[in-house]
């Protein structure tokens, strides 16, 4: 390998054969580029779809309410099941380290809003001050719930986009007066929320006002938590799945349902649907790799042929040389040193350009569902070393039949 | 220098068999210039291709500088073939990428000598066949004649025992023949020993000996006086 005088030759015959050589080294190159480029993009699309899904609140799980399907210590089903405070409270110090955002909600199904002498019906909700977040809605003007008004039950109202255009027409809600089923709230703010008009015909007021003024005493409706993110997103699925079937046995303890009735007690975990996403891009990443890795067998292929062909044409010299002294060894390895040398330059040339393409696209380009794509050199590195590998491989059969050929065939030849 | 008793070789060539050498008896002395003349189909090539080891004879015995060569591999046939041998050939192949003075390296290369050594031994070749202006020229820049002198050198350069020339003027006109013959002839008057196959009169007869080959067999084996080249350049 390092015979200085083994690399002269096999430099020389390099630099003589230029196009010979340029043809093996760009099916071998393409082959790593078109590798390095799949992989990166499907790092991209991983990255782009995860931001996706960081901007929703993706990881809610919603705990909600229903009928007793079966009976259960002597109860009989048909019983309605309602949460409260008590049930609420008591999760929240359990799971107090883990939840990022946390509410209760009480509702009232029909409110009607009066403003002047406009007046309309709305979906009425006591919630905490983080169910703007589990919401995922942003402040056009003023200001969400606190817990100040939590505090105080303060008869504050924070109002849809669409409530407002509906009641204000022009003007400016805030600090106005309204009348929910006829008793007075002040307006402090106004959301709105990605999820568009049907989301934005709520109005939101503290949860302990809602329960005091509208008769709920200390029932709630439903539960909305998320929970902090783990370092991977395998992790936070485990826990959230955990989270969510202990929260229903706490539950279904509490409130003496049966284990087995699935209609009394409701989780939706959003983060089970987000994990399908996870999947699919998986199956992108491995579809990449495998039309990847096909590229590569294709270069090889390539290679293989190319040196083939190079034996075929080099026959006579090849002879010529075998009649000086040349022994088959010195053929073979000089055929395969060729092969690996033209296969490593053009491999790292591959690698090199299309790690130098993501880098310069890579961060300038700009689409919701493909987000900086780039790829990992070891991984690349190693691709190339066994393309080196295989170029070695597919110049061993055509060095081999080379060794082979009998002097005085070889000079015949013309 | 050269002994080949009763030597056979035939070829199959698809079902028919053809039997090209039928019983050869031949010596060579060291210092000897001899001619191997026949018409095509007479055996003169296959007998030259056995001798220089790149065909293997049927039967028979070889002894070349008292080495018996039989049962040849390719690594020891390639051995000897560098150690004994110096090969010319019709069409000189030359490697044609590689310049002149690499062309007249390559037997060194394969001995083993380092790049230095093997440059000023070849370029010393060169001079001695009246080319060292042309050593960085590709084959293809050189004439016919220029070529078969580079072979020539490149033939000399691992200083063989015996030089197996097969129809060296072959592709020659007549003028370039008579001096590569000159050339051939003052290699020879140096001591070297040289075999020549070819089917022309006038270029055996400037060898010291002439031997007859017609289907496979020796008919005719005479010593001759030798025609210098020279007097007719």
Known sequence: MFDL????????????????TFLTGLSVASGIFILVILLGFGQGMQNGISAQFQRDASSRISVYTGVTSKGYKGLNPGRYIEMTNEDYNYLIKKYEDDLEFKSSVYRIWSGTLNFGNESGSYRVEG???????????????????????????????????????????????????????????????????PGGEREETRVFVPLSTSQRVFGGADKVGNLGFTL?????????????????????????????????????????????????????????KTFFWVVGICTIIAGVVGVSNIMLIIVKERTKEIGIRKALGAQPLSIITMILHESIFVTAIAGFTGLILSMALLEVVGPNLDMDFIKNPSVNFKVAITTVFILILAGALAGFVPAWRAARIKPITALREE | MITIKDLHKSYTMGTNSLHVLKGINFSVQEGELVSIMGSSGSGKSTLLNILGMLDEADEGSYTLDGVPI????????????????????????????????????????????????????????????????????????????????????????????????????????????????????????????????????????????????????????????????????
């Open chain 1, 5 to 20: 005088e083994r690399w002269q030759e096999i430099l020389e015959t390099i630099s003589k054969n230029k196009l010979r």
């Open chain 1, 127 to 193: 919630v905490y001050p983080d169910y703007q977040f589990l919401e995922n809605e942003d402040m056009v003007a003023g200001r969400y719930i606190n817990y100040d008004d939590q505090e105080k039950k303060s008869k504050v109202l924070v109002i849809g986009n669409k409530v407002k255009l509906d009641l204000f027409n022009n003007q400016d809600p805030i600090g106005q007066q309204v009348q929910i089923n006829g008793i007075n709230f002040k307006v402090v703010g106004v959301y709105t929320d």
């Open chain 1, 228 to 284: 902090k993110p783990k370092e991977t997103f395998q992790k936070t699925l485990e826990q959230s799945v955990r989270f969510s079937s202990e929260i229903e046995s706490f539950l279904k303890e509490r409130h003496l349902i049966a284990p087995n009735d699935t209609s009394a007690i409701g989780i939706n975990n959003t983060l089970e649907g987000t994990k399908r996403f996870y999947d699919l891009i998986g199956m992108i």
């Open chain 2, 70 to 233: 039989k049962n040849l591999n390719e690594k020891i046939a390639a051995q000897y073939r560098n150690k004994f041998l110096g090969f010319i050939f019709q069409s000189f192949n030359l490697i044609n990428y590689k310049s002149a003075l690499d062309n007249v390296g390559m037997p060194l290369y394969y001995q083993g000598m380092k790049r230095k050594e093997r440059t000023e031994k070849a370029m010393a070749y060169l001079e001695k066949v009246g080319l060292a202006n042309w050593a960085h020229h590709m084959p293809n820049e050189l004439s016919g004649g220029q070529k078969q002198r580079v072979a020539i050198a490149r033939a000399l350069a691992s200083d063989p025992k015996v030089l197996l020339a097969d129809e060296p003027t072959g592709a020659l006109d007549t003028k370039t023949s008579y001096e590569v013959m000159d050339l051939i002839q003052g290699i020879n008057d140096e001591g070297k020993t040289i075999l020549i196959v070819t089917h022309e009169d006038d270029i055996a007869h400037m060898t010291k000996r002439i031997v007859n080959l017609k289907d496979g067999l020796i008919i005719d084996d005479t010593a001759v006086d030798q025609v210098r080249a020279l007097s007719h350049v």
